[in-house]
């Protein structure tokens, strides 16, 4: 009877409450808990090592592998292609390092710190766009790491590729395939069950496996086939005007690959030892990135000279293999490189995000496991892979949304405050940072002056028999477009009708209650919270 108690208790809400910080800077546990708050000194473990080894492992995954493939399918030659990568990836380290400074600085997350320049209320628009989008991709990298599993499995027992399927035709995914998914599902779920300062040594195991098995592939492509043949023999298609424009949309397609971690870049530079640990990524993520993409362009290459398909799918190429030893190690790299990715690109953002939409049951660690079960299972993301291509096509075009979101983070903390903000009353509904019932103005005026002029480019991506004429062109440089619209708009609206309410004459971070833990009679975050109500006091008066 006892134990019928005890279950019957977890039926409670009550029993899922959790417990607040002493320090916590929210009026009470309904808007933060231990993982919202700003990270205390013991908890900043993250070093100039670990973003490296974080960014390598991020640029080893299949998308990015992929990238360089419809580059060269809309006509480009790969000498067009490798530059465009170069250039996105250089823009979007200047934009992950300016928003990661925050994060470094405050210790404090997106989706808190978004509310600073959103409004308390507005903020959570971007809050719950990022958790449907992290789940759906995570649904998406959880399908693609069981095709690796599948790679892996059948080099082991070529047998399994004729094992009975018992399920119906319309299910769109095989006994086989249902088992690689429940098995690599089993193997992603412990792993998200690490808290953030931990998970980063699977970054560095990753980072120390994949690269070399990735370069090794390079190497098996240049000693297979010679670097004359193949797609590095191929030349442009285009010129004038519509070779521009190709090499816009290229471009948009580098930026928009982790365009989603640059707006939550913050969610992992808040753990960083200082703010210098995350400068690095200057350096790494365009040069990982680039050096990625020219591996699954030569790779391909090689695979099409061989086999006489172009198999931009590198778990197309294993597939080919006779060496079942290379095909099993193949496939075990990129397991890898998929639960890494997973893992920090997706369901650590979502988690991150869950707990501000509801912080007093939901923490980084539960956060992750809804995470694994709505987007691992819920979604079932080989339907929407199977007979959503629209829904997919929009999915890609979310990044209409993410530069405008990037542009009014930066121009926010850099410009219109100059790095001047009130950590406390981030966690506050009715301090500072409340604007006009939740919302700021200038921010939702930013949106919609960036994003509408992307949406019939967006609407023909989704429906190409809809004809948008020249309006698609913008579409081609969206994420370019978006962001400085929506940054330039901001700011002259921050700067001609400003917040006054908004402005303090020195930031107020977490460290300050640090130090006034050193001061006699003070109660570290109780006097810091004096500290930003009597600014917001003197503002008003």
Same mark, same amino acid.
């Given at each position: #009877? ?8 977890? !039926?409670?809400?009550?029993?899922w ?9 929210a /009026?009470n546990?309904r ?6 708050? /700003? ?5 900043? +473990?993250?070093?100039t090592f ?10 080893t ?11 060269l399918?809309?006509g %480009?030659? $790969? ?15 200047? @934009? ?8 470094a ?6 989706? @808190? ?11 959570y ?6 958790? @449907?989008? &992290?789940?759906? $991709?995570?649904?998406?990298? +959880? ?17 399994l ?11 769109h ?6 088992m690689?998914?429940f098995?690599y599902?089993?193997?992603?779920? =412990?792993?998200? %069950?690490?808290? /953030?300062?931990?998970i ?17 592939? %390079?190497?098996?492509?240049f000693?297979?086939? /010679?670097?004359?043949?193949g ?5 442009s ?16 397609s580098?930026?928009g690959?982790?365009? +989603?971690?640059?707006?939550n870049?913050?969610?992992? +530079?808040r ?24 591996i699954g ?7 099409m ?37 997973n893992?920090?690109?997706n369901?650590l ?5 869950m ?14 496991v ?11 993301? $080989?339907?929407?892979?199977? &007979? !959503? ?12 949304f ?5 542009g ?20 506050r509904?009715h ?12 921010a ?8 509408p002029?992307? #949406?019939?480019g967006?609407?023909s991506?989704i ?25 330039? @708009?901001y ?22 209650? !640090?130090?006034?833990?050193?001061? =006699?009679g003070?109660e570290?975050?109780s006097?810091?919270?004096k ?11």
């Amino acid at each position: #009877m006892s134990v019928l108690k005890k279950v019957s208790a977890y !039926a409670h809400p009550d029993a899922w409450v959790l417990e607040p910080e002493p320090s916590t800077f929210a /009026p009470n546990s309904r808007w933060s808990n231990k993982d919202m708050d /700003p990270v205390p000194p013991k908890g900043r +473990t993250w070093s100039t090592f670990n973003y490296v080894a974080y960014w390598v492992s991020d640029a080893t995954n299949v998308a990015v592998w992929e990238l360089a493939s419809s580059m060269l399918a809309i006509g %480009l030659s $790969w000498k067009q292609a490798l530059p465009a990568i170069a250039v996105g990836h250089i823009i979007i380290s200047v @934009v992950m390092v300016l928003n990661g400074t925050i994060g470094a600085r405050l210790h404090v997350g997106f989706p @808190v710190l978004n509310r600073s320049s959103f409004g308390f209320w507005f903020s959570y628009f971007s809050v719950v766009s990022r958790v @449907v989008l &992290s789940m759906f $991709w995570f649904g998406i990298q +959880t399908y693609t790491g069981s095709e690796c599993v599948y790679q892996m499995l059948k080099a082991i027992w070529p047998s399994l590729a004729h094992l009975h399927n018992g399920l119906r035709p319309g299910a769109h995914i095989t006994t086989a395939g249902m088992m690689c998914y429940f098995l690599y599902w089993l193997i992603q779920f =412990p792993l998200m %069950l690490v808290s /953030p300062q931990k998970i980063r040594w699977l970054f560095v195991i990753k980072a120390f496996i994949v690269p070399p098995a990735w370069l090794a592939m %390079l190497i098996w492509a240049f000693v297979k086939v /010679p670097s004359s043949k193949g797609l590095f023999e191929q030349h442009s298609t285009l010129s004038g005007s519509a070779m521009s424009y190709a090499w816009l949309s290229a471009l948009n397609s580098a930026l928009g690959i982790y365009s +989603t971690l640059a707006v939550n870049i913050p969610d992992f +530079t808040r753990y960083a030892k200082n703010e210098k640990a995350q400068y690095v990524q200057l350096l790494i993520i365009p040069t990982a990135f680039t050096l990625v993409g020219f591996i699954g362009i030569a790779v391909t290459s090689a695979g099409m000279s061989l086999y006489g398909d172009v198999l931009w799918d590198p778990l197309q190429l294993i597939d080919r293999w006779d060496n079942r030893a290379a095909a099993f190690f193949a496939s075990f790299t990129f397991v890898l490189a998929t639960l890494g990715t997973n893992i920090s690109a997706n369901s650590l953002s979502a988690a991150n995000d869950m707990t501000v939409l509801f912080p007093r049951y939901i923490n980084i660690r539960r956060g992750q496991v809804l995470c694994a079960i709505l987007g691992g299972w819920a979604l079932c993301p $080989w339907e929407i892979l199977a &007979s !959503a291509q629209g829904f997919l096509s929009f999915m890609n075009g979310y990044t209409v949304f993410l530069g405008p979101f990037a542009g009014i983070m930066i121009a926010d903390y850099w410009i219109v405050h100059k790095c001047k903000v009130d950590v406390p009353a981030m966690y506050r509904p009715h301090g500072r940072y409340r604007y006009t019932f939740g919302f700021n103005w200038r921010a939702v005026a930013a949106i919609l002056l960036s994003v509408p002029p992307n #949406m019939p480019g967006l609407i023909s991506s989704i429906n190409p028999k809809i004809s948008v004429g020249g309006a698609i062109k913008i579409f081609d440089f969206a994420w370019l477009f978006g962001f400085f619209t929506a940054s330039v @708009v901001y700011t002259i609206l921050s700067l001609a009708f400003p917040a006054r309410e908004t402005f303090v004459p020195e930031a107020i971070t977490s460290d300050d209650a !640090a130090e006034a833990e050193d001061v =006699p009679g003070s109660e570290g975050s109780s006097h810091l919270e004096k500290k930003s109500v009597d600014e917001e006091i003197r503002v008003v008066a």
